[in-house]
T-cell receptor, first 114, second 114 residues
Framework: GNSVTQMEGPVTLSEEAFLTINCTYT??????LFWYVQYPGEGLQLLLK?????DKGSNKGFEATYRKETTSFHLEKGSVQVSDSAVYFC?????????????FGTGTLLAVQP | DSGVTQTPKHLITATGQRVTLRCSPR?????VYWYQQSLDQGLQFLIQ???????AKGNILERFSAQQFPDLHSELNLSSLELGDSALYFC?????????????FGPGTRLTVL
């Protein structure tokens, strides 16, 4: 079946530290990959996406590269800020099917300390 | 603000009761999705509608039902409520029903079953 595995949180970092949140996937078809972010008390917002192998999604200093050979889509940021504190979800959908429902990982809580 | 609205924001009810959650998609979006976020199950896809018709079903209990009306708003009906139904219910919308199109999430309805 289709599934997403994320590293367990919480991840606690100091401001300006380097961030990596690991994400790997299993897919029976050809997936598109996404990172969503959920700030406290809010809904999910799309952070970035990649639709084919070797694509790099980027937004607000965050990056993730679609690695088909390792079935991974790790999220990185060179220098985190306190305002980046949130829960980050890796997700996939299968392109070409009748639905583009999202399959989510468990989420990773990031806490950035000043 | 994603443009997706959900009402009510909070709902507190008792076991055995029935509730209705409402979602208005972004203007122009034809597809509506419902997701459940709980501590033990994480974020799970429940059901998708596209232009009034059911497109896909996920892990939705038989006690739950949904529909999308001609004006494209959607309602999720939860009946014979149990303690374990307490969760955050998100609605999302997108222009199309397939592919890697972005899904825009509402702020959610927090359901508490006592």
């Amino acid at each position: 079946g289709n599934s997403v595995t994320q590293m367990e949180g919480p991840v606690t970092l100091s401001e300006e530290a380097f961030l990596t949140i690991n994400c790997t996937y299993t897919a029976t078809g050809y997936p598109s990959l996404f990172w969503y972010v959920q700030y406290p008390g809010e809904g999910l917002q799309l952070l970035l996406k990649a639709t084919k192998a070797d694509d790099k999604g980027s937004n607000k200093g965050f990056e993730a590269t679609y690695r088909k050979e390792t079935t991974s889509f790790h999220l990185e940021k060179g220098s985190v800020q306190v305002s980046d504190s949130a829960v980050y979800f890796c997700a996939l959908n299968i392109v070409g099917g009748a639905t583009n429902k999202l399959i989510f990982g468990t989420g990773t809580l990031l806490a950035v300390q000043p | 603000d994603s443009g997706v609205t959900q009402t009510p924001k909070h709902l507190i009810t008792a076991t055995g009761q029935r509730v209705t959650l409402r979602c208005s998609p972004r203007s122009g979006d034809l597809s509506v999705y419902w997701y459940q976020q709980s501590l033990d199950q994480g974020l799970q896809f429940l059901i998708q509608y596209y232009n009034g018709e059911e497109r896909a079903k996920g892990n939705i209990l038989e006690r739950f039902s949904a529909q999308q009306f001609p004006d494209l708003h959607s309602e999720l009906n939860l009946s014979s409520l149990e303690l374990g139904d307490s969760a955050l219910y998100f609605c999302a919308s997108s222009v199309g029903g397939g592919g890697a199109v972005e899904q825009f999430f509402g702020p959610g309805t927090r359901l508490t079953v006592l």
